[in-house]
């Protein structure tokens, strides 16, 4: 699959062994999302500009991958409705998980980054809509 290969090229500001056990402890054991079937991705807070400007280029660029984000906060939303969690068979497994908006969002950082180096403009995507 392409996008679990993807996520083995994903790095990380802290990629150690310690920060990559810690990675894995808390998304097995500290974060609920897994219960449902979502991704960690799924759960970004879409408001914020940087996750709205990455949602944009994603559905742009690959919206398969849009797609099936959509599905599963469907699917997710219904269940915790009914107050239900998926069989644990159907959970999120480690391997799954492919940090899908990971690359968009280093992009906008670096964006933002250059940007404010060599203009100092604000980047539309975080002006005020009137």
Do not use: C
């Amino acid at each position: 699959m392409a996008s679990q290969a993807a996520s083995k090229a994903i790095s990380f500001a802290y990629n150690g062994t310690i920060a990559s056990t810690l990675r894995k402890f808390a998304w097995t054991n500290l974060w609920g999302g897994r219960e449902y079937g979502l991704q960690f991705h799924d759960t970004y807070f879409e408001p914020a500009p940087e996750v709205t400007e990455a949602l944009r280029r994603l559905n742009l660029k690959e919206p398969h991958l849009f797609d099936q984000r959509k599905v599963r906060l469907s699917r997710a939303h219904t269940l915790a409705l009914h107050g239900e969690k998926l069989p644990k068979a159907e959970w999120t497994q480690w391997d799954q998980e492919s940090w899908y908006l990971k690359p968009y969002l280093d992009e906008i950082e670096a964006e933002k980054k250059a940007r404010a180096e060599s203009s100092g403009l604000i980047p539309p995507y975080e002006m005020k809509q009137h």
